[in-house]
């Protein structure tokens, strides 16, 4: 598949089909997330795979939780001084599936990186951060030139935490999402997405 066509065609799936996924693909998938840019040069980032339902279990009980304690419809009828935007009726959408999408995955891939603590004092200390957000962004596009697609879930708040002892992640070590990845079910919903105008997005010199 051609670069812009991947770009173009990837998207975030929530319903996946029950198909096998052959692990070789997995394993290229994950080669092309190691030809990001590292700003250490050092690519010591690490991956976890879950494969059965018991493993994704034992880890998800949390965004488990969370999804079974939201009330959509709730949120998405709730009186608002203004129209719902595209954000909150995608957030009423997504919010309920946020464990199946990663159960019902065949592989949940779970980067690691080297840290251990987030530093925002300047920019520059992100980096490590930064540089696994390239090595994710490889996998989406690499998953979609090889007809598959991924779900995400950033670990909330103690969820992070919580998930790392469970699988027993070493004290130097982060997680910074949780990628289910499948075929997609072409019948899932497709809610309407915000398109950016480039052209008013760019700016000459300086802002203004």
């Given at each position: 598949?051609?670069?812009?066509?991947?770009?173009?065609?990837?998207?975030?799936?929530?319903?996946?089909?029950?198909?096998?996924?052959?692990?070789?693909?997995?394993?290229?998938?994950?080669?092309a997330g190691n030809k990001a840019p590292t700003w250490d040069?050092?690519?010591?980032?690490?991956?976890?795979?879950?494969?059965?339902?018991?493993?994704?279990?034992?880890?998800?009980?949390?965004?488990?939780?969370?999804?079974?304690?939201?009330?959509?419809?709730?949120?998405?009828?709730?009186?608002?001084?203004?129209?719902?935007?595209?954000?909150?009726?995608?957030?009423?959408?997504?919010?309920?599936?946020?464990?199946?999408?990663?159960?019902?995955?065949?592989?949940?891939?779970?980067?690691?990186?080297?840290?251990?603590?987030?530093?925002?004092?300047?920019?520059?200390?992100?980096?490590?951060?930064?540089?696994?957000?390239?090595?994710?962004?490889?996998?989406?596009?690499?998953?979609?030139?090889?007809?598959?697609?991924?779900?995400?879930?950033?670990?909330?708040?103690?969820?992070?935490?919580?998930?790392?002892?469970?699988?027993?992640?070493?004290?130097?070590?982060?997680?910074?999402?949780?990628?289910?990845?499948?075929?997609?079910?072409?019948?899932?919903?497709?809610?309407?997405?915000?398109?950016?105008?480039?052209?008013?997005?760019?700016?000459?010199?300086?802002?203004?």
């Open positions: 598949m051609e670069l812009y066509e991947a770009i173009n065609k990837r998207k975030t799936t929530r319903e996946f089909l029950d198909t096998e996924v052959d692990f070789d693909t997995i394993k290229r998938i994950l080669e040069h050092n690519r010591n980032w690490k991956f976890i795979i879950l494969r059965t339902d018991e493993e994704k279990e034992y880890a998800f009980s949390e965004a488990k939780a969370i999804a079974d304690k939201f009330n959509a419809d709730k949120y998405l009828n709730m009186p608002r001084p203004y129209p719902i935007t595209l954000g909150q009726k995608m957030y009423g959408y997504a919010m309920p599936k946020q464990y199946t999408m990663l159960k019902e995955a065949p592989y949940v891939i779970i980067p690691l990186f080297r840290a251990k603590e987030l530093n925002g004092e300047y920019v520059s200390k992100l980096n490590p951060l930064a540089t696994i957000w390239c090595v994710i962004e490889n996998i989406f596009l690499a998953a979609t030139a090889e007809g598959l697609s991924c779900s995400m879930r950033i670990p909330l708040n103690k969820e992070h935490d919580i998930v790392k002892k469970k699988l027993k992640v070493p004290p130097t070590y982060m997680i910074p999402v949780f990628i289910g990845i499948g075929y997609a079910n072409p019948e899932e919903p497709q809610l309407e997405q915000h398109q950016p105008d480039i052209d008013k997005q760019i700016h000459f010199g300086k802002w203004k």
